[in-house]
């Protein structure tokens, strides 16, 4: 099965709330990282976290790690219109740090 | 204009034909990777390469094939031995293997 899992599977909010997502993952990684991806389109990059780090910020996303209960969130404040769109989460995973395992996404409507 | 390149946008065979996925790229970047992408699902590991004449498969190799021939391309043959090859492929790259991935815009392909 795949590493990484989000959660919830869909969210819708109005514009101006914050939009949180989880993921979870099941064994020891390198680093996590978060990606967007607007409908029929490639995945564009937001947030790569270490393990070693618990937190990181950019712009309007937060992203924290908790390597102990194996999770990550990204929070979204004052979202807009233009960020509906499906996040994933992307995990290295266990001995083979080559490789990148991708949830099956959250899909975020943001309402004008 | 640096960036990952993939073509055609949509693609439609017949059973039966193999067909080859182009992806191409100008960022200097060591790693590349396809990934398939069935709908309302994440994206899967099919083969990733860390240099050139070197790959290795993913987690849904079979019925695909590749070749590294140039560090700036990364071509994928969906062969006719793929059982279910209908889906949208997203080619990426990365500078190193666990650091951000850049992705194309994919290609659509149908088989029927």
């Known amino acids: 099965s795949q590493q990484g899992e989000e959660d919830p599977q869909a969210l819708s909010i109005q514009e101006g709330e914050n939009a949180t997502m989880n993921c979870s993952y099941k064994?020891?990684?390198?680093?996590l990282q978060w990606y967007r991806q607007n409908s029929g389109r490639g995945l564009v990059h937001l947030i790569l976290?270490?393990?070693?780090?618990r937190e990181k910020h950019s712009g309007r996303l937060r992203v924290t790690l908790d390597t102990s209960k194996k999770s990550s969130s990204l929070l979204i404040t004052a979202s807009r219109a233009a960020d509906t769109a499906s996040y994933f989460c992307?995990?290295?995973?266990?001995?083979?740090?080559?490789?990148?395992?991708f949830g099956s996404g959250t899909k975020l409507n943001v309402k004008p | 204009d640096g960036g990952i390149t993939q073509s055609p946008k949509y693609l439609f065979r017949k059973e039966g034909q193999n067909v080859t996925l182009s992806c191409e790229q100008n960022?200097?970047?060591?790693?590349m990777y396809w990934y398939r992408q069935d709908p309302g699902q994440g994206l899967r590991l099919i083969y990733y390469?860390?240099?050139?004449?070197?790959?290795q498969k993913g987690d849904i190799a079979e019925g695909y094939s590749v070749s590294r021939e140039k560090k700036e391309s990364f071509p994928l043959t969906v062969t006719s031995a793929q059982k279910n090859p209908t889906a949208f492929y997203l080619c990426?790259?990365?500078?190193?293997?666990?650091?951000?991935?850049?992705f194309g815009p994919g290609t659509r392909l149908t088989v029927t």
């Open positions: 990426a790259s990365s500078r190193e293997r666990t650091e951000e991935q850049y």
């Open positions: 064994t020891s990684i390198n680093n």
């Open positions: 976290i270490r393990s070693n780090e």
């Open positions: 992307a995990t290295d995973a266990g001995y083979n740090f080559n490789k990148f395992y």
């Open positions: 960022l200097n970047h060591d790693a």
């Open positions: 390469s860390q240099i050139v004449n070197d790959f």
